[in-house]
């Protein structure tokens, strides 16, 4: 055990068995369990293993009968510890073929080293290839009933593999058969069992050939597999093969210390090119505030700053549309249901008064692909898993408890849809215009917190810029009208 896992070693291939992740609790319930990624029960299979394949003889295979070496007391972290090694061996007294597979265990660290040593004491050369496995079944299906708000019911649970020549792939359980075979000659890269917030890794030997592939035992057990180069050991000598085995959350920067490409583990989609910036920036603003909550709000902030030049100009444009709104009304009685002439008296209006109709709509869009990548972001990085905030907000990637945040959002909404214009818009239109902030309101009030959170953010500052935009613009359209008119 260490400061951060519980771990169990099977003798039965020396199999990674179970792996406690003792800093990650399932819920932020008082006394809940841990996460427990690796497991060897039947209906919770999921386990890193290895083996020797050889056509020399005989060799230690996932059911081969390992010996453990190390004693029971030295099987934990002691205080001021930085590691510890525990080595199980096999032994093949015919061949005189001798293997110890040694796992490393570090403070405070996910990555566990595992060193295969092939001592060959016989009288015939030992050519075998080590492969690396990971074997689990499929976790029970999440509840479809909440779909986007629960992360659970859509994030990748599957089989994924990364290689210099094609980058980063993944594939379902559902989809091992039916896409069919992978048999990938890669020099680099890692495989990986991947699910929410969480991933088991093998990353074989750096600059070796090995060939990924994938299979299906009877639907129940999915396994995708690394067989590394032939490793050849005379008579008398010894070899030696390291391998480093990730067993815990998706950390990008531990991750990304022990392998470059490793954080694409974290799967944020086509949204990627968004998201990850965004996560770096909320990361360092994290590291200045010591909370996600006000990261959050920090970005928000610096979105504003970065876009005011063009918000600034679109809210002049929607202040203006506010202030002619009455002689737009003035025009739509003089034309009456002549929809051509009115059109074009109302196009004229807004090129006297330098008003873009569309330009008001731009400020409101702009934030949108942003909160998109930002969902994704606070439900697959498992840095902000179970975040607090301040007050009642207690889990940033849960809804509100009390749907404080929901209902101010909602105010902000309906409050910016009051300011924002709707000339010439049929009745009926303007009624499902008024009903729209309800509509979000009430879906918002089931997304985590920290996206609502953003959204009102947002909405506040955008609602207080458009305020002041109308009360300055608005009055002096209305003024020059005024003027105009005498």
């Not at 986007?148 to 859509?154: D, G, I, L, R």
Request: charged share 15%; aromatic share 12%.
């Amino acid at each position: 055990m260490t400061d951060v896992l519980r771990l169990r070693i099977d003798s039965k291939g020396g199999t990674l068995a179970f792996a406690e992740l003792l800093k990650y609790p399932v819920d932020t319930s008082e006394g809940s369990p841990n996460v427990v990624l690796l497991n060897n029960e039947p209906s919770k299979l999921d386990v890193a293993q290895t083996g020797w394949i050889t056509a020399t003889g005989a060799a230690p295979g996932t059911d081969s009968d390992y010996t453990f070496e190390a004693s029971a007391e030295s099987l934990s972290l002691a205080e001021g510890q930085e590691s510890i090694d525990v080595p199980l061996v096999w032994r093949d007294a015919t061949t005189g073929l001798t293997v110890r597979k040694i796992y490393t265990f570090t403070r405070g660290s996910y990555a566990i080293g595992v060193r295969h040593e092939v001592i060959n004491q016989g009288t015939a050369p030992f050519v075998g290839n080590l492969y690396q496995q990971l074997l689990r079944v499929p976790p029970p299906p999440a509840p479809k009933h909440a779909m986007f708000t629960n992360p659970e019911s859509f994030s990748f649970v599957g089989s994924a593999w990364y290689s210099n020549e094609d980058h980063f792939e993944k594939r379902k359980f559902d989809n091992f058969v039916a896409d069919g075979p992978l048999n990938k000659d890669v020099t680099g890269g890692w495989i990986a069992m991947l699910q929410h917030h969480f991933a088991s890794v093998w990353l074989p030997p750096k600059g070796e050939a090995h060939r990924y592939s994938l299979e299906a035992f009877d639907g129940q057990r999915f396994a995708i597999r690394s067989v590394g180069q032939a490793t050849t050991v005379a008579p008398g000598a010894q070899a030696n093969v390291d391998l480093t085995l990730w067993v815990g959350p998706k950390l990008q920067a531990p991750m990304k210390a022990i392998e470059p490409t490793l954080p694409l583990a974290l799967d944020y989609g086509i949204f990627s090119f968004l998201a990850q910036p965004l996560f770096w920036v909320l990361d360092w603003l994290h590291a200045l505030f010591g909370n996600w909550g006000w990261a959050i709000i920090g970005i928000v902030v610096i979105l504003k700053l970065l876009l005011y030049p063009l918000s600034a100009k679109q809210y002049q444009s929607m202040a203006k549309m506010r202030a002619v709104a009455p002689r737009l009304e003035q025009l739509k009685e003089r034309y009456g249901e002549d929809k051509v002439k009115f059109n074009q008296a109302m196009m004229e209006l807004y090129q006297k008064e330098k008003i873009n109709p569309l330009g008001g709509c731009l400020p409101m869009l702009l934030p949108i692909p942003i909160f998109i990548a930002l969902y994704w972001v606070l439900l697959e990085s498992v840095e902000l898993r179970q975040a607090p905030w301040a007050l009642w907000i207690d889990n940033l990637t849960a809804p509100d408890p009390w749907f404080v945040l929901p209902a101010l959002n909602l105010a902000v909404m309906w409050a910016t849809q009051k300011l924002t214009p709707s000339p010439g818009m049929d009745p009926v239109q303007k009624k499902v215009l008024q009903w729209m902030p309800v509509v979000f309101g009430v879906m918002f009030a089931f997304f985590p917190a920290g996206l609502v959170l953003y959204w009102f953010t947002n909405g506040l500052l955008g609602l207080a810029q458009q305020w002041w935009m109308t009360k300055r613009y608005g009055e002096s359209t209305n003024a020059t009208a005024v003027t105009k008119a005498k």
